[in-house]
């Protein structure tokens, strides 16, 4: 059973719940609206894999999903847009997934692929991270000041 933390706003998280629910390998063990709620979900309930909402980095940007990465929570980013650089500014930090708002199908594969210790990675996404700038993103300079 993949334990899985959803960390994005209510509507959203409510929504993948839902459709999490109908994989027999999947539980999801709590979502989370707030970044500050984040860090006592992952103590309380001790997640496989976090969903977690690019919106939901804040001011604190990677260097906070950098925090919540360890060797027993893989971290997907939920991301509607990519920038270059946030891709790889992310995999710097550990991140392991990278999604766009997708379907259902592409986020079962996701988690499990980022659980069996692989990286998963959105072609639309992937291929907008190429484009031309100074190779950092936002969330990126605020990691390494």
Known sequence: ????LLADDEE???TLRMLLQLEPDI?????VSRADAIP???IKHCPDVMVLGVGMLGTEGLTAANLYNNRHCRIILSMSIGTPGLLRDAMAV???GFLDNSSAEDLVQAIHRVHEGGRYIDTDLAAGSMGTG???SALGRDARR
Do not use: E, F, N, P
Not at 1 to 4: L, P, Y
Not at 27 to 31: E, L
């Open 12 to 14: 959203l998280s409510s």
């Open 40 to 42: 006592s979900a992952m």
């Open 27 to 31: 539980r999801v063990v709590t979502q």
């Open 134 to 136: 100074d190779g950092l």
């Open 94 to 96: 550990g991140i392991s």
């Open 1 to 4: 059973m993949i334990r899985v």
